[in-house]
T-cell receptor, first 117, second 113 residues
Framework: EAGVAQSPRYKIIEKRQSVAFWCNPI?????LYWYQQILGQGPKLLIQ????????DSQLPKDRFSAERLKGVDSTLKIQPAKLEDSAVYLC???????????????FGEGSRLTVL | DAKTTQPPSMDCAEGRAANLPCNHS???????VYWYRQIHSQGPQYIIH???NNETNEMASLIITEDRKSSTLILPHATLRDTAVYYC??????????????FGTGTRLQVTL
């Protein structure tokens, strides 16, 4: 089974530029999450989708961050304009619904590392 | 979701058991204890979870105290590949599409020769 795919793995931009990250979750997984992980910290949830609807975006800085999951499958996270403090790894995760094992497990991608200069 | 407290770092000799503690004194009755780990430059990986009873799988064992205020993750025979940051998380539902994972700073486990 293919895992969660993310691209690009690395991105370097200057402040005030824009950047977009792409995530393709595991096939059939209805729930998709974007996390931000700053160096030395644990991941912080930015946004959670259930199919193509937003469940939780309370910690998404909406003045500069946006995310969409138009067809309920893959998703894009955009930052515009980027600030120095946005330097972080952006992790995408997915989880199934109706999981008979009821583990509630999230499956994470390898992340996209953003450096803002 | 309840907050957890973990030691920032621990060392363990290869081949020995690694016992990682976690305090979650404000855990509610419907909250599960989850453990994830994150190896350098990778995304977090699920290890195990439990509600009240002790749990074991192919990766680890989870011991939850009777009052549920603390737990211990046990890696029975640690290897160098177990070097990672281990996160203890309490979460309201074990299926929750509406229940997010809230990560703390975790315990950095260093397994040495």
């Amino acid at each position: 089974e293919a895992g969660v795919a993310q691209s690009p793995r690395y991105k370097i931009i200057e402040k005030r530029q824009s950047v977009a990250f792409w995530c393709n979750p595991i096939s059939g997984h209805a729930t998709l999450y974007w996390y931000q992980q700053i160096l030395g910290q644990g991941p912080k949830l930015l946004i959670q989708f259930q199919n193509n609807g937003v469940v939780d975006d309370s910690q998404l800085p909406k003045d500069r961050f946006s995310a969409e999951r138009l067809k309920g499958v893959d998703s894009t996270l955009k930052i515009q304009p980027a600030k120095l403090e946005d330097s972080a790894v952006y992790l995408c995760a997915s989880s199934p619904t109706g999981d008979r094992r009821l583990t509630g497990e999230l499956f994470f991608g390898e992340g996209s590392r953003l450096t803002v200069l | 979701d309840a907050k957890t407290t973990q030691p920032p770092s621990m060392d363990c000799a290869e081949g020995r058991a690694a016992n990682l503690p976690c305090n979650h004194s404000t855990i509610s009755g419907n909250e599960y204890v989850y453990w994830y780990r994150q190896i350098h430059s990778q995304g977090p990986q699920y290890i195990i979870h439990g509600l009240k009873n002790n749990e074991t799988n192919e990766m680890a064992s989870l011991i939850i105290t009777e009052d549920r205020k603390s737990s211990t993750l046990i890696l029975p025979h640690a290897t160098l590949r177990d070097t990672a940051v281990y996160y203890c998380i309490v979460r309201a539902s074990n299926t929750g599409t509406a229940s997010k994972l809230t990560f703390g700073t975790g315990t950095r486990l260093q397994v040495t020769l």
